[in-house]
C-alpha cells in the first residue's frame, strides 16, 4: 500500500515547472510577434520599391518621348491613383560632351511623418535642333 501512495504523491507537475514552462512559451510567443513586426516592415517597403519602380518607368519613358529636353527641375504629384506620391525630375547639360543629359529622377512618398524615396539617374543624348 505504500507503493501506491508514492505514486500518487510523484504525479503532476510542480509549481516552478509550470512556471518555467509558461516563461518559455511567453518568450517564444515573443519572438514570434517581432518576427511578425519585421515582417510587415518589409513588405511595406517592398511595396514601395515595386510601385516606385514603376512610376520612376513611367517619368523616364515621358521624358525620353519629348523631342526637345530643356534643362532644369520640376516636381509633381503622380495622379490620383497614387495619391500620396510625387516626382522630382532634375536634368542637365553635361558640360564635357555636346547632346548628352544627365537626367535624376525620384519617386517620393510622405505618408504619416515618415518618408521614402527612390532615385534614378541616367544619361540621355539628344541632337540639338
Known sequence: MDTLRRKRKDEGFTLLEIVI???????????VFHLQAQNLDLQSEAQFMTIAKGLIQERMSLITSREKISEGTSTGEMGEDFPDFTYQEE???????ENLYKVRVGIILER???RKDLWLETHLYREKI
Open 112 to 114: 504619416e511623418n515618415t
Open 91 to 97: 536634368i542637365s547639360e553635361v558640360s564635357e560632351l
Open 21 to 31: 514552462s509558461l516563461g518559455l512559451i511567453a518568450v517564444a510567443l515573443l519572438v
